[in-house]
Nanobody
């Protein structure tokens, strides 16, 4: 059974940084893609970033390029999302996701491609 557990959210001032973690279990971590998504109040869930241990592909949404960095630690089965220069519009619940049919981030990263989700972690950017 695929299990994903996010952590690292919190309250941060604009311009600050946070690092989110997604601990994965129940599947061969190295062979699949893991995505980060976020959902702000009243908005649809959107893709933020993605990393694939299978083919090394990486994806960033235009809104976070240059500010966020995704990485993985295969020894810990954990994917990280380093978020820098945070803005109030980054405020959302952040989720990581995986699916046993998704092995690459080189195609369009959408919520419909991923079937397993973590519980989410709240990120609030406010002064």
């Amino acid at each position: 059974e695929v299990q994903l557990v996010e952590s690292g959210g919190g309250l941060v001032q604009p311009g600050g940084s946070l690092r989110l973690s997604c601990a994965a279990s129940g599947f061969p971590f190295d062979d699949y893609a893991i995505g980060w998504f976020r959902q702000a109040p009243g908005k649809e869930r959107e893709a933020v970033s993605c990393i694939s241990g299978n083919d090394g592909s990486v994806y960033y949404a235009d809104s976070v390029k240059g500010r966020f960095a995704i990485s993985s630690d295969t020894t810990r089965n954990t994917v990280y999302l380093q978020m820098n220069s945070l803005k109030p519009e980054d405020t959302a619940v952040y989720y990581c996701a995986a699916d046993l049919w998704v092995r690459t981030c080189a195609v369009v990263v959408t919520t419909t491609r991923f079937g397993s989700w973590g519980q989410g972690t709240q990120v609030t950017v406010s002064s």
